[in-house]
């Protein structure tokens, strides 16, 4: 018998592939920011008495957490992540300009102004209360999370569609950070629709784009009553995302204070394993605690290279 037997050395043991707050070097994902990043912080209209011109209107700011909130965790995917810093300079999108502005700590008056811009453009006002879907397609008009292409069996007309968010219901990952995935995966439309017919239609294609806004519930609302607000940790999220057939990393996360309907949302900053907290009712950013029970309105995941 030719076979021998080593005693000597034990078989490699193959490592599952973890998806929480930690680096994956069996995977050759490079998941470290290797340093901080100075960003600019965006301040609450409603602690400035500066006005702004816009066109013939002069325009003074006021609830601006959940524009600034937004503003803040791209400007951190712009300072962070090389490939969607390219991504987000050829973008058409003015958003981005004020993004990549903050991200560089241009000249605050500037930024302020074009904010100034945005938000009346936006909503002919100078409130912006709620991050909501429609807030984040009105902000992003070229740049959508993902395309469907739909075909129509009756006109056999072919027409583009843009989802800006991706929207994650509880109960499809009960309540677990962990199933985020799965609950994508079910929550993605199963058929299309045809605008002319105004009939359901054929997906023939779906093409993620170089970046992920998840949306989550707060709460969920019954007959006759609110359910209670959901909280989660920071460390539960997931730090990666397989999405179609690319890699997301966890960047950065939208958290909401309550009370329901007079809260308040704040940017927070994914740096390897510790939190940055982009609060504008603060002048500086500040640590925040990855183990502190939180309510997640948004996460942002960008495409790894």
Not at 97 to 108: P, S
Not at 237 to 266: E, N, R, S, W
Request: aromatic letters at 10%; a positive charge; proline letters at 3%.
């Amino acid at each position: 018998n030719g076979n021998k037997e080593n005693w000597g050395k034990r078989p490699k043991r193959k490592t599952k592939k973890s998806k929480y707050l930690a680096s994956a070097p069996n995977w050759g994902l490079n998941t470290n920011i290797e340093k901080k990043v100075k960003i600019g912080t965006l301040l609450n209209g409603n602690l400035s008495r500066v006005v702004y011109k816009v066109g013939k209107q002069i325009v003074a700011l006021r609830n601006t957490c959940a524009f600034d909130s937004i503003a803040q965790i791209f400007a951190a995917a712009y300072a962070y992540m090389p490939t969607f810093r390219r991504y987000m300079e050829e973008s058409e999108d003015d958003f981005f300009k004020l993004a990549i502005a903050l991200a560089k700590n241009e000249n605050m008056r500037k930024i302020n102004t074009l904010r100034a811009k945005l938000l009346y453009g936006i909503f002919e006002t100078n409130s912006c209360e709620f991050v909501s879907t429609s807030l984040v397609k009105k902000l992003f008009k070229h740049t959508p999370s993902y395309v469907e292409i739909h075909k129509c069996g009756l006109c056999k007309e072919s027409t583009q569609h843009h989802f800006f968010t991706v929207h994650v219901e509880n109960h499809q990952y009960d309540n677990d950070l962990g199933k985020l995935e799965i609950s994508i995966e079910h929550n993605l439309p199963k058929q299309g629709y045809c605008r002319n017919c105004k009939l359901s239609s054929k997906i023939l294609d779906r093409q993620f784009k170089g970046h992920i806004l998840l949306e989550l519930p707060s709460c969920g609302y019954s007959n006759t009553d609110v359910e209670p607000l959901r909280y989660h940790k920071l460390e539960n999220i997931p730090l990666t995302l397989q999405v179609g057939k690319k890699m997301y990393l966890l960047v950065a996360a939208i958290l909401f204070k309550p009370p329901i309907l007079d809260g308040h949302y704040i940017g927070v900053v994914r740096i390897n394993d510790t939190w940055e907290a982009y609060d504008d009712m603060d002048s500086k950013s500040r640590s925040f605690s990855r183990t502190r029970n939180v309510i997640i309105h948004n996460l942002l995941y960008i495409e790894m290279e």
